[in-house]
């Protein structure tokens, strides 16, 4: 496997259903490329839309469980293990960089969600990079997840790829399981507007996300899915965009994939 360069890129994926655990197609693809490209790091520090708390935590365990935070899929969803290994270490570094934010070190309660697995069991298959989740504090507000990012910018010079998984357009209500190729015209024009501020570096417009009205509204209808973004885009720093995925899936759910500083990576 190649070996990065001593600054990683940070990376939102957009993750979608679990069953992208057991299948082979575009998207699932596209993480495969972006684990071979970006090479093996030292650690991965994931913010997952499915670990939200009350305050923040850190899995500081050797050992995370797979966690199987969902229910109604098939038996082989439930069957997954991923068995990569913990970091106490990048916990301790996350508490020390995020002080005096006061932070968790978790040992029992939580491990590796669907959010985390889902996509990594693609990227880095051999599970052999240790792996540290984030939880998201759900009582505060947009820019905070934003600075929370920026303060843990340092990790991706010390080896550690940071990786937020969630959905930029994230709204079951009205998602079309069986229409893939169709799209509801709000989910698109939000999709775009994050696109381009992405692109344009115009991360104010990604905080103030609500500010675009109903297509905000309807596309988040909570932001559980939407700040992993938040985190990223806070620990991109001046580093360019790169769009990995553009499309808005079965109606309702953004597969939006972005990587910062890949240029500074091997491919």
Known sequence: ?????????????????????????RFTQ????????????????????????RGVGV????????????????QALFDIRYP???SPELAARVKDLLAPLPVVLDQSSWGYDHGTWSVLCKAYPDADVPVVQLSIDMEREPQYHFDVGAK???LRDEGVLIVGTGNVVHNLH?????????????????????????????????VNYESFGEAAQMSVPTPDHYYPLLYVAGA?????????????????????????GKQEVHA
């Open 152 to 154: 843990l910018a340092p």
């Open 236 to 260: 991109a720093g001046a580093d360019e965009a790169t769009i990995e995925v553009d499309e808005v899936a079965q109606a309702s759910m953004s597969m939006l994939t972005v990587s910062f």
């Open 30 to 53: 596209t993480w495969e490329r972006i684990g071979r490209e970006i090479g093996k790091p030292k650690a991965i520090l994931v913010i997952s839309a499915h670990w939200c708390t």
């Open 84 to 86: 990569a290994p913990g």
């Open 174 to 206: 009205v998602f079309r399981r069986h229409e893939p190729g169709f799209a509801y015209e709000w989910a698109v024009r939000f999709n775009d507007y994050i696109r381009e501020g992405l692109l344009a570096h115009r991360f104010k417009d990604l």
């Open 1 to 25: 496997m190649n070996q990065p360069k001593a600054r990683l890129p940070a990376v939102f994926i957009g993750h979608g259903t679990p069953m992208n655990a057991l299948a082979d197609n």
């Open 59 to 74: 899995t500081a365990m050797e050992h995370p469980p797979t966690i199987h935070d969902f229910g109604g899929f098939p």
